[in-house]
């Protein structure tokens, strides 16, 4: 039964290996999801409003035989968006890692171009080829730090998007209707 307001994420199965991955050893309370599962899970959750509850509802034709078969799928299920949370979180930290050492990288390349671009006049002398190539070294020093920039203001809001989703239904309650 819902609960008045409550939008659930509905995932109909014939039987419940349909929701693991088939060619994960694992002991079926630590199976990855099936990966159209998992697809499925996140892509619903990301259509209901943050605001509103959720909650995950397994419909099962035949019931697995298992002892409280609704916690263990739940534990499951939870146990599993932990670790793709966790995977999240390492993502985004080699990330910042990456573009902290891409900065320095950066920061330099553009110090020695912008240093160069400032010598090169009383290198060459005038002109216009000599503008050219001080020109070509400013950019190239800027050019350089595309990069680290990307990282910082645009590569890592995917990445915490995807880690409030997967924490989001990590905590998901869960309920496992079984028969027709």
Same mark, same amino acid.
């Given at each position: ?83 793709? #949370?966790?995977? &999240? ?5 080699? *990330? ?5 050492? +891409? %900065?320095? $990288? !950066? ?11 400032? #010598?090169?006049? &009383? ?5 216009? *080829? ?5 020109? +070509? %070294?400013? $950019? !190239? ?28 239904? +990590? ?10």
């Amino acid at each position: 039964m819902k609960r008045k307001h409550e939008r659930a994420i509905e995932v109909r199965l014939r039987e419940m290996d349909q929701l693991f991955d088939s060619m994960d050893p694992c002991p079926f309370y630590e199976k990855d999801l099936d990966r159209n599962a998992e697809q499925y899970i996140v892509e619903s959750l990301r259509e209901i409003a943050t605001q509103t509850p959720a909650a995950v509802v397994v419909h099962l034709d035949k019931p697995a035989g298992m002892v409280d078969e609704e916690r263990v799928v739940g534990d499951a299920i939870r146990s599993h968006f932990v670790c793709k #949370s966790q995977v &999240s979180r390492q993502k985004l930290h080699l *990330l910042f890692g990456r573009g902290w050492i +891409s %900065l320095g $990288i !950066g920061l330099s390349f553009l110090a020695a171009m912008l240093t160069a671009a400032e #010598s090169v006049e &009383s290198w060459i002398g005038g002109g216009p *080829l000599v503008t050219v190539l001080r020109e +070509s %070294l400013f $950019i !190239g020093g800027w050019v350089a730090m595309w990069r680290p920039l990307e990282i910082f203001l645009y590569d890592w809001w995917p990445i915490l998007g995807q880690r409030r989703v997967y924490d989001r239904l +990590s905590r998901i309650p869960v309920r496992l209707l079984t028969g027709r």
